[in-house]
Nanobody, 119 residues
């Protein structure tokens, strides 16, 4: 059994910052990619930032230069530092990771954390 738990969401004014955290727990043998997705009301879920086990990162164009993804392999955790936030960044943010548990690899999701940016 593997769980991903996010924290750090909240309400912030435009131009402000938030740091999201996601920790994986359970029977974890190895973690490959760790990602942050978001979904705004009426929109499809989109990949915001990704980080591989080798620390290669990739970002949605609209967040490049403002968001930074990082991971702590010792803690099975991934973080998303969000600066210069805009109202259009408001969404539920989900942590996602490809995790080996026992003998099997699987795609795991957190429950989501709400980020609201006021103008």
């Amino acid at each position: 059994q593997v769980q991903l738990v996010e924290s750090g969401g909240g309400l912030v004014q435009a131009g402000g910052s938030l740091r999201l955290s996601c920790a994986a727990s359970g029977n974890i043998r190895s973690i490959n990619a760790m990602n942050w997705y978001r979904q705004a009301p009426g929109k499809q879920r989109e990949l915001v930032a990704a980080i591989t086990s080798g620390d290669t990162t990739n970002y949605l164009d609209s967040v490049k230069g403002r968001f930074t993804v990082s991971r702590d392999n010792a803690k099975n955790a991934v973080y998303l530092q969000m600066n210069s936030l805009k109202p259009e960044d408001s969404a539920i943010y989900y942590c996602n990771a490809y995790i080996r548990s026992g003998l099997r690899w699987g795609d795991h999701w957190g429950q989501g954390t709400q980020v609201t940016v006021s103008s």
